[in-house]
């Protein structure tokens, strides 16, 4: 597909009072959209909204598990803007390491709901305008949909998940004019890795399972720029660390080779006792 141009268009940017949403759209408006940053906090949005542009920024509060908050935030960006171009669907949540057998089911229930479904809600209150206006979607999936998500798993499934709707729809408004994405991040400098990794002694020995190359982490600037130069080139996957993307394309041969290490290593079955032993304990969500 040719260039999409963003001067001009309009975008709305779910997750992005702060992190990864906040810097996307600082790109965005960099480039000449306007943009509606939605979060749950209407105080946190309209800060951030004001920090990017005077004019060209709006802040409003909506939850991604709501349907109706989703109706609501998109009616506004066509009435405020005239339509809207693209959707970022940036929004999630993280819950404690633990096992399946440990996580609450309340914990469990809540991150499918923001990670998957709200992803969902949001592309479907927004699509009627993608579609009327040939613009583009970016669905926030992670380089766990093709790594083992032990500890993990309700945000492993999640975004395991999101990768075949963002697949699936690319496809789908081909016919249309329009187009999708879906993104992929490794560990990027975010409040919500801070508190789920860093503040978690038993996630930073989760985290030591994976190779020290695959360790490094990003600016959320940097994934911001990444998902607007994938949307200026209407891209199919957009991935950062770029390091990750050979554990992509090998997934089907290094999966189950690093799956059957990890059964017969001593120093993982030692952890994952332990993480199995956080059943009962808080269970507080990162986002």
Not at 46 to 66: F, M
Not at 90 to 106: D, H, K
Not at 271 to 280: H, V
Request: charged share 25%; hydrophobic share 50%; proline share 4%.
């Amino acid at each position: 597909m040719a260039r999409y141009d963003l001067a001009g268009k309009v975008a709305l940017v779910t997750g992005a009072a702060r992190g990864i949403g906040f810097a996307t759209a600082g790109r965005l408006i960099s480039r000449g959209a306007s943009v509606v940053i939605v979060d749950l906090d209407q105080e946190a949005c309209a800060r951030a909204a004001a920090q990017l542009h005077d004019s060209r920024a709006l802040g409003l509060a909506g939850d991604v598990t709501d349907r109706a908050a989703m109706q609501r935030v998109v009616a506004a960006a066509v009435e405020r803007f005239g339509g809207l171009d693209v959707v970022v669907a940036n929004a999630g949540v993280a819950s404690r390491v633990a096992t399946f057998r440990a996580t609450s089911s309340e914990s469990f229930e809540r991150v499918l709901d923001v990670n998957l479904m709200g992803v969902c809600r949001t592309v479907d209150a927004a699509l009627p305008e993608i579609v009327r206006r040939r613009g583009h979607v970016v669905v926030i999936s992670s380089i766990y949909a093709f790594t083992n998500g032990v500890g993990a798993v309700p945000y492993a499934m999640s975004k395991a998940a999101v990768e075949q709707f963002g697949r699936a729809l690319r496809l789908e408004l081909a016919p249309h004019g329009a187009s999708a994405s879906v993104a992929y991040f490794g560990f990027i400098d975010t409040e919500m890795v801070h508190r789920a990794i860093d503040r978690d002694p038993l996630a930073n020995e989760m985290l030591a399972m994976f190779p020290k190359p695959l360790h490094k982490r990003l600016a959320p600037a940097t994934a911001g720029e990444a998902i607007v130069r994938g949307i200026e080139r209407r891209r199919p996957r957009i991935m950062r660390p770029r390091r990750w993307v050979l554990m992509s394309v090998l997934r089907g041969v290094l999966n189950p080779l690093t799956d059957a290490r990890a059964e017969r290593d001593e120093n993982a079955l030692r952890l994952l006792r332990e993480i199995d032993g956080r059943a009962g304990e808080d269970q507080p969500l990162t986002a």
